[in-house]
């Protein structure tokens, strides 16, 4: 009796997986908080890149605004890397942009990709990192450099970030815009 109601359940299993195939279209990248970003296989075009923000540095993070009481800009001379870092509170993001160039090129910012990196850090309590999000683990992001000369950086961005656990947060409309 015990095969056969099993047997039951496991035919009703493969059913019920079958059906829910059902032919329909696989979405690689479904509208939740978790997987809101951009398309990895249709990233942005130069002209969808058509957001502003406030200076120093904005962003939406999982869709809700964020903008950096603080930012400072640095130039690391032996790598030609633009190190941006702005905060709010206990909120940093950072971002490490190695030989980036003005006049509206875009660069990638995704998994495995070391010349352009979007970092985000939540401190707890006791300003110990409590969740760290990065794009060199996610699948989708971009920067659109505007400027990038001796006086000022001005740039675009969005990429998908995520930490060692899985865990995903997309950063949207980015904007900078630093002195140096």
């Known amino acids: 009796m015990k095969k056969l109601l099993y047997s039951i359940l496991f035919c009703a299993g ?3 997986l079958l059906a829910s195939c059902g032919g329909k279209d ?13 398309n990895p296989l249709n990233p942005l075009t130069s002209s969808q890149f058509t957001w502003t923000g406030t200076a120093p540095l904005t962003v939406y993070v999982n869709g809700a605004p964020w903008t950096a009481d603080t930012a400072i800009y640095s130039f690391i001379d032996s790598s030609g890397t633009n190190y941006i870092l702005g905060w709010k509170g206990k909120q940093y993001l950072a971002l490490y942009l190695t ?4 006049g509206g090129n875009i660069y990638n910012m995704q998994l495995k990709t070391y010349n352009t990196i979007g970092v985000w850090y939540d401190l707890d309590s006791i ?3 409590n969740s760290e999000f990065t794009s060199l683990l996610g699948n989708s992001g971009e920067i659109k450099v505007i400027e990038n ?29 630093i002195n140096k």
């Open 14 to 16: 493969i059913t019920g």
């Open 26 to 38: 696989y979405l690689a990248n479904p509208s939740s908080n978790a997987n809101a970003s951009v």
């Open 99 to 102: 030989q980036v160039y003005g």
């Open 127 to 129: 300003s110990s990192i």
């Open 149 to 177: 000369d001796s006086a000022k950086m001005v740039a675009q961005f969005y990429f998908q970030g995520v930490n060692g656990y899985g865990g995903v947060y997309n950063f949207s409309n980015g904007y900078l815009s």
